[in-house]
């Protein structure tokens, strides 16, 4: 296992596997949004009406980030791979939680909080390994650092990139998300029609399409319960065992 003949899984995850982490979500009633809403720090106009603000929220989102731990669900998908199975990991979080557990194929769809990048020239990031950005940090061309966070209104420049991991996936996994954010929910429909989708989330009873496996568990519960099975086996399905 692990070249790339061996069977592919791809980790589709969301706010949810965060959450069990002790990152707040942006939908929960207590989250993020309750205190500041979407528009006054999470997009180009708010950064350009005061950026001063939007440093200070990321500055504290990313405290948040360096204070959490990765928990079981990260820590399984780690494991898998470094037992030889073939795993990439597209998350919509931008945390860098699955790197922590030991994940070395991880594609960021919406940026990564320990990165500020130019805010004239997207190719040119720099990382955040202490601290924040302060308003008078700039790149290298002589402008303002913003954080490296795909904010609402803006592209999402690494979606072709996951629509190709997507179409090479033996297996799909999603974890921890609501399956409402586009354009990742769309992801799904990339994958090989023969490749089985299974959703863990405590609510995939009611979040799941049509076709798609549901897992009503935590995934600190869900995806350990999985990798064991598959790491017993050697081989990625879907014990019956498991499945609601």
């Not at 399984?76 to 070395?104: C, P, Y």
């Amino acid at each position: 296992m692990g070249d790339h003949t061996s069977p592919h899984l791809v980790v589709l995850s969301g706010a949810g596997i965060s959450a069990e982490s002790g990152i707040q979500t942006f939908r929960a009633a207590d989250g993020l949004w309750a205190d500041h809403p979407i528009e006054d720090v999470a997009t180009p106009e708010a950064w350009d009406r005061d950026p001063e603000r939007v440093l200070r929220f990321y500055d504290a989102r990313r405290d948040q980030v360096r204070r959490a731990r990765p928990n079981a669900a990260h820590k399984a998908l780690a494991q898998l791979e470094r037992r030889g199975f073939r795993v990439s990991v597209i998350t919509q979080n931008i945390d860098d939680l699955h790197e922590r557990a030991g994940s070395r194929r991880v594609l960021h769809l919406h940026g990564e909080i320990f990165q500020a990048r130019s805010s004239v020239d997207p190719r040119m990031c720099y990382p955040l390994r202490r601290g924040g950005i302060r308003l008078g940090d700039v790149c290298d061309k002589g402008s303002q650092l913003r954080p490296d966070v795909v904010w609402f209104g803006e592209a999402v420049p690494h979606f072709a990139d996951a629509c190709a991991l997507v179409a090479e996936a033996d297996l799909l996994l999603v974890v921890g998300t609501s399956l409402a954010v586009m354009p990742a929910a769309s992801l799904l429909h990339q994958a090989p029609l023969d490749a089985p989708c299974v959703l863990v989330d405590p609510e995939a009873g009611a979040l799941a399409p049509p076709g798609v496996t549901r897992i009503s568990r935590p995934a600190g519960e869900g995806v350990p319960r999985l990798v064991r099975h598959w790491q017993r086996e050697g081989r990625l399905w879907l014990p019956e065992t498991l499945l609601d």
